[in-house]
C-alpha cells in the first residue's frame, strides 16, 4: 500500500511552563544532576490519590491512596492496597494513616463531623463501616448480602444511604417475599416463554432471606442454601413440557449451561448472562442496623444523593421503565422517598439525557448533566440546575463544548464547579447559576484535576502535572496559586531525572487544530542520535496530555530508556469540542491515521532523533490504528498493538463496546453498504500489507474489545510469514494497563521495550 499523503502542517512549538515550587530537571541538566533514570521497577513506587473529602468545618481532608505492596508470602509480586489517610487543610499536621490491611475506599464525612464512613470488603464483599475521627476501630455498620457502596450520610447524620447490586434472581426473590407482583414491566427476551415461568433456582441457590427481616434482602451469612421442594419435584427430564423447562432452569442455575438471551450478554471480563440491578437502601448509621430497599424491582438507579430535608433521595435511571434495560439508551431524574413510599419522576427532558444531581447545600437546586440524545454519542455533556421543588430546569454551559462531569456546589450556592478534559489538561472550572459563562479556576493549562471537593474555606484536589502524577493540593484561586498537602511520590520523584514535556501543534486536511506532545530522552549526548516512539490513545474519544495521569510514568519510563516520545490527539479525540470528536466519523483510520503520523514525521525533525528508527505502540483504539499504520505505511521498525479492534465486523459480537459501531458508522453490518465500510475501515483487510515486525497483546478476560481478532491478526500473519509474536496475559482485562496486576503492569513495560530493542539495536 502506499505510504499515506500527510496534511499540510503548520506546526507551533512551546515548552509548557512548570509551576515554581516542584522543579523539574531540564534533560540538559541530567548528567551533572547526581540523579538517576526512571527505572521500570519504579512504577511499584506510585501511588494513586482518590476521593478527596473535606471536613464539614473545611479544616481537614480525608483521601485515598492506592499503592503496590509485595504479596505476602509470594517473591516478585505484588498487590494493590487502598487505605484513607487524613491531612489537615493548612498544612500545620503531616498526613497520616488512618486505616491498615489495604481495603478503604469510598470515604463520607458525618455532617457532624465525628465519624468517616468508608468502604471495605469483608468476605469479599463490600460493607460499609464508620471510623470515630476521635480515634478507635471502625465499626461494621451493613452486613448485607448483595454488598454495599457509595454511602451518603442523611442531612442530620442518623442514617446512612447506599447502593447494592442486586441479579435478577436476587430482585425477583425479594418482591416474591413481599408478596408483590415479582415481573418486570419491561419485556424479557425470551422468545416463546414468559417472565417467572420456572421456579427461581438461582435464588434458592444462595439461601434464603433472614426470616426475621422485612427487607429480602437483609444479612443471610448463617443461612444455608434450599431448595423448594415443590421445584425439586417437577424438575425432570423426562417429564411434562413444565418439568423439562424445571430441569433446564435447574441446569442453568448451576452454570452448566449459560444461556444468553439479553442485548448486552458480555460484561467487562465474561460472557454475561445475569442482569444486575442498582438497588437504593437506607438504615440507621449504626452497627446491626436493618437495611430497606427503598428501590424494590428490576430498575436500577445510580448517582444517588440525599435531598436537603432527609426526606427524599435524587437520582438518575432509565427514562422509561417499560424499556428493557440493555435498550434503554437515555437517563432522566427521579425522588425516591427515603421511607420507603417509592419513586416518582423529577426531571425527564425530551429527546435528552439528564444524569449526576446535586442538591444544594441550601436545599434550593438540584444541579445535573445534561446532554442531546443518547447517553452514548459525540453530544458534550453540559452543567443544569432545577428547583428543587420540580420546575422549568436551567442549562449553563452549553457555550463551553466540553463535556463536564464531577459537579459540585458552592458554599455560598451561587456558582457550580465541574471538570472537564480540555486540549490536554482536566482543568477545574466554575460557573455561576445566574451566568452562561464557565471560567477556568485551574492556574495551569497542563494540570489535570483528577477528583477534589469545595468546602467553606476554599477547596482542594488531586493533581496530575507534567512532574507528578498524582498528589494532594490545597488552593483558593488561580492567583494564590497551589499548595502541596502531600509528598506520596514526589519524595521519590526528588531523586529521579525527568524528561519536560513540549507542545506543538499541527493543523490538518480538514482545517483543525492537532495538538501534539514530544518528550526528549532524558539524557542527551551530543552528537548521537536517538529512535522516536510514537504513542496512540484508546477510546477513540479519549485524550492525552500533560494532566492525563495513567500514561505519566510510561511516558517518563521511555524517555529514560533513550527514547524520543511524541503522542498527540487526532481527530475523534475528546477535549476539543463536539465537532473534533466526531471528525472521525466513518474515519477511524486514514484521517486520524494521517494526523499522529504528521506529528511522528515533525518529532522526527528534531536533531537528536534519527528518523531511520521509528517504532509505534498504542491501546484498545490506538491498537486499532496502530495494527491500520503498519498496514498503510512502511516507516516504523516495529510496533506493539495491545488490546486493539482489528475486524469490526467481529468486533460488533465479540466486544461489549460494540455500540461503538453505530455511532461511529452510522448502521449495522446488515444494512446496505456498511458490510463494505466495515470491512474496509478494518485493518484486518490490510493484513497482507503490514510487513513491520509486530506484538500483539491482550489479556485473557478483555471483554470490551475481545481478544479472538488478536487471534485472527496473529494467526494471519504467522501464515504470510512475518515476523510477530503475541503475548496473552491471563486474568487480564482491558484495564491491565492502568490497574491490573502489578505483575504484568511492570511485565509488559519491559517486554514492549525488549521487543522494539530487536529491531532498533543497542540497549
Known amino acids: 500500500m502506499p505510504r499515506l499523503t500527510l496534511p499540510r502542517l503548520l506546526v507551533v512549538a512551546c515548552a509548557l511552563a512548570f509551576i515554581a515550587s516542584l522543579p523539574v ?444 502524577p498524582s498528589e494532594l493540593y490545597t488552593g483558593t484561586n488561580a492567583k494564590l496559586g497551589y499548595h502541596a498537602l502531600t509528598t506520596h511520590n514526589s519524595d521519590w520523584i526528588a531523586e529521579r531525572q525527568l524528561s519536560a514535556v513540549e507542545e506543538h501543534a499541527l493543523t490538518n486536511d480538514k482545517g483543525q487544530t492537532v495538538q501534539y506532545w514530544t518528550l526528549k530522552p532524558t539524557v542527551l549526548e551530543r552528537g548521537k542520535k536517538y529512535p522516536l516512539l510514537l504513542q496512540i490513545h484508546g477510546g477513540p474519544s479519549a485524550m492525552w496530555g500533560p494532566g492525563e495521569d495513567s500514561m505519566w510514568f510510561e511516558f517518563q519510563f521511555f524517555a529514560a530508556r533513550g527514547y524520543a516520545v511524541v503522542f498527540a490527539n487526532p481527530r475523534g479525540s475528546g477535549g476539543y469540542g463536539r465537532d473534533f470528536q466526531a471528525a472521525n466519523y466513518r474515519d477511524w483510520g486514514k484521517g486520524p491515521a494521517s494526523d499522529v503520523l504528521a506529528a511522528a514525521a515533525e518529532a522526527a525533525k528534531q536533531p537528536f532523533v534519527d528518523p531511520a528508527r521509528q517504532v509505534v505502540t498504542g491501546g484498545s483504539y490506538g491498537g486499532y490504528l496502530t495494527a491500520w499504520i503498519v498496514g498503510h505505511d512502511q516507516r516504523f521498525k516495529a510496533a506493539v498493538a495491545q488490546r486493539g479492534v482489528y475486524d469490526l465486523l467481529t468486533f460488533f459480537g465479540e466486544g461489549n463496546a460494540w455500540r461503538l459501531v453505530p455511532l461511529a458508522w452510522g448502521g449495522y453490518p446488515w444494512e446496505p453498504g456498511l458490510r463494505e465500510i466495515l470491512t474496509e475501515q478494518s485493518p484486518l483487510t490490510y493484513v497482507a500489507d503490514i510487513k513491520t515486525p509486530l506484538l500483539i497483546q491482550h489479556g485473557d478476560n478483555d471483554r470490551r474489545t475481545g481478544f479472538v481478532q488478536s487471534e485472527m491478526l496473529l494467526r494471519s500473519l504467522k501464515q504470510l510469514g512475518r515476523d510477530v509474536e503475541s503475548v496473552r496475559y491471563p486474568r487480564a482485562t482491558h484495564e491491565m494497563s492502568r490497574s491490573g496486576e502489578p505483575r504484568q503492569r511492570l511485565d509488559s513495560l519491559v517486554r514492549y521495550e525488549e521487543f522494539f530493542r530487536r529491531y532498533l539495536g543497542e540497549n
Open 25 to 468: 530537571l531540564r534533560a540538559a541538566d541530567a548528567a551533572a544532576s547526581g540523579k538517576s533514570l526512571i527505572h521500570a521497577t519504579d512504577l511499584l513506587k506510585l501511588k494513586q490519590l482518590e476521593s478527596p473529602a473535606l471536613s464539614p468545618d473545611g479544616k481537614w481532608v480525608v483521601y485515598v491512596v492506592r499503592s503496590i505492596e509485595p504479596k505476602p508470602e509470594a517473591k516478585d509480586d505484588w498487590v494493590y492496597h487502598t487505605n484513607l489517610w487524613l491531612v489537615a487543610v493548612d498544612g500545620s499536621s503531616a498526613p497520616r494513616q488512618l486505616t491498615r490491611g489495604g481495603s478503604a475506599s469510598a470515604p463520607a464525612w458525618s455532617p457532624q463531623g465525628d465519624r468517616i464512613a468508608f468502604v471495605r470488603a469483608v468476605d469479599g464483599k463490600p460493607q460499609i463501616h464508620a471510623l470515630p475521627v476521635a480515634g478507635g476501630e471502625a465499626a461494621p455498620l451493613t452486613k448485607i448480602e448483595t454488598g454495599a457502596a457509595a454511602p451518603r450520610w442523611s442531612p442530620d447524620g442518623s442514617r446512612i444511604l447506599f447502593t447494592s447490586s442486586l441479579s435478577y434472581a436476587q430482585a425477583r426473590e425479594a418482591l416474591e417475599k413481599s408478596g408483590q407482583p415479582a415481573a418486570p414491566r419491561w419485556p424479557v427476551e425470551k422468545p416463546g416463554r414468559s417472565a417467572n415461568d420456572t421456579k427461581n433456582y438461582n435464588a434458592a441457590k444462595k439461601g434464603p432471606p433472614d426470616a426475621k427481616s422485612s427487607s429480602a434482602t437483609k444479612p443471610s451469612h448463617t443461612a444455608k442454601p434450599h431448595a423448594d421442594a415443590s421445584a425439586v419435584a417437577l424438575a425432570k427430564a423426562d417429564g411434562s413440557l413444565q418439568d423439562r423447562r424445571e430441569w433446564l432452569a435447574q441446569n442453568e442455575a448451576d452454570g452448566n449451561p449459560r444461556p444468553l438471551t439479553r442485548l448486552n450478554f458480555q460484561s467487562e471480563t465474561d460472557i454475561n448472562p445475569d442482569l444486575s440491578i442498582a438497588h437504593l437502601f437506607v438504615q440507621e448509621a449504626r452497627e446491626g442496623a436493618e437495611a430497606k430497599d427503598l428501590t424494590p424491582g428490576f430498575t436500577g438507579y445510580v448517582g444517588a444523593e440525599w435531598m436537603t430535608d432527609g426526606k427524599a433521595i435524587v437520582c438518575a435511571s432509565q427514562t422509561n421503565p417499560e424499556e428493557n434495560p440493555d435498550r434503554s439508551l437515555t437517563a432522566s431524574l427521579y425522588l425516591v422517598d427515603a421511607a420507603g413510599g417509592g419513586v416518582r419522576d423529577f426531571l425527564k427532558v425530551p429527546d435528552h439525557s439528564v444524569l449526576n444531581p446535586q442538591p444544594s447545600p441550601d436545599g434550593r437546586w438540584v444541579a445535573f448533566t445534561i446532554n442531546r440524545g443518547r447517553l452514548f454519542g459525540y453530544e458534550q455533556a453540559a452543567v443544569g440546575f432545577v428547583p428543587a421543588t420540580g420546575g422549568a430546569h436551567r442549562v449553563l454551559t452549553a457555550k463551553l463544548d466540553r463535556s463536564a462531569g464531577n459537579l459540585k456546589w458552592s458554599p455560598d450556592c451561587r456558582s457550580i464547579y465541574f471538570v472537564a478534559a480540555s486540549r490536554g489538561g482536566f482543568p477545574l472550572y466554575q460557573v455561576a447559576i445566574d451566568s452562561t459563562e464557565a471560567l477556568t479556576v485551574t492556574a495551569e493549562k497542563t494540570f489535570g484535576v483528577r477528583d477534589y471537593d469545595v468546602g467553606v474555606h476554599g477547596y482542594v484536589q488531586v493533581l496530575t502535572t507534567p512532574e507528578n
